[in-house]
């Protein structure tokens, strides 16, 4: 798939992100669009996975660790066929199999309950280390926030990693600098990401998250690593494709009324249709 049938695809999932967080009046937008691209990477190009036969023992694994940023993940999820787009409008609605959280029971192609911050990364480790004792080809994906890697749980999984050399595990962090409480360098400073990634044995590859050309070129150089896991850290921009919310820490979880999901949805399909025009 090239990246231009990429992007249209993006367009979908920021449409049912919108769409979802819209219709259950409450969510998290702006790291759900941030991520958007990965999400899509990963379901449409990257993971062997089948919408099919999702318990396939030899699938790929998926970890969404920031849990709350569910929308994006039902979405890509919903698109590539694991069930009706339609449903997404039935998100955090009572009796609804879509949560707030991701819930591995309830939900067709997620691997692991998550959402509280922290504990996602120790169970795609986990995840990682079965493939390894079970000499499994199977490759495990873990996305993390930026806010969320303040945790430590985070580096204990990651020191875990990195010891016993699990390079079938690639760690997505959305890195788009904004958590609840304002911008991460001024609540609590992880930075320099790469470099404490690659103190506990990473790999470390930064990269444009909201560029296709970038996301492969990452996955594929990831691929080739051997005897280390992989640390990609993705700098997006939140809220991306919905103009009033890029890079506004307000829509860090926060749903857009009538008015606002009108403008959301008109950008969205015309960002679309200038895509159909490529």
């Known amino acids: 798939m090239n990246d231009i049938e990429l992007q249209k695809i993006a367009v979908e999932v920021r449409k049912g992100i919108v769409t979802g967080v819209h219709s259950a009046k409450a969510g998290h937008p702006g790291g759900s669009l941030s991520a958007a691209d990965i999400f899509t990477y990963l379901y449409f190009e990257e993971m062997n996975v089948d919408p099919k036969d999702p318990k396939n023992p030899d699938r790929d694994r998926f970890v969404l ?25 039935t998100l955090r609605h009572t009796g609804s199999y879509l949560q707030g959280h991701p819930d591995m029971k309830h939900i067709p192609g ?6 509280s911050l922290g504990q996602g990364l120790s169970a795609a480790v986990g995840m ?17 926030g930026d806010g969320e890697i303040q945790e430590g749980q985070i580096w204990e999984a990651a020191m875990f990693a990195g010891h016993r050399k699990l390079d079938n595990l690639i760690v997505i962090v959305d890195n788009n600098n904004l958590q609840i409480d304002g911008s991460i360098d001024e609540v609590c400073s992880p930075y320099p ?75 969205l399909e015309k960002a679309g249709e200038a895509l159909c025009q490529k």
């Open 65 to 89: 660790s920031k849990g709350h940023t569910a929308p994006g993940y039902y979405s890509a999820l919903a698109n590539r066929g694991f069930f009706t787009v339609e449903d997404l409008k």
């Open 128 to 144: 990682a280390l079965a493939g390894k004792m079970d000499q499994k080809d199977y490759r495990v994906y873990a996305l993390c």
């Open 193 to 267: 990401i790469d470099k404490k990634f690659e103190a506990f044995n990473f790999h470390a590859i930064n990269i444009d998250g909201n560029d296709f050309a970038q996301i492969r070129k990452a996955f594929d150089e990831a691929k080739t690593v051997k005897g280390m896991p992989t640390a990609i850290i993705a700098h997006t921009l939140k809220g991306k494709g919905v103009s009033y919310m890029e890079n506004q820490v307000g829509w860090h979880g926060k749903a857009p009324n009538d008015e606002e999901y009108k403008i959301a949805m008109e950008e």
């Open 110 to 115: 997620v691997d692991m309950s998550s959402g």
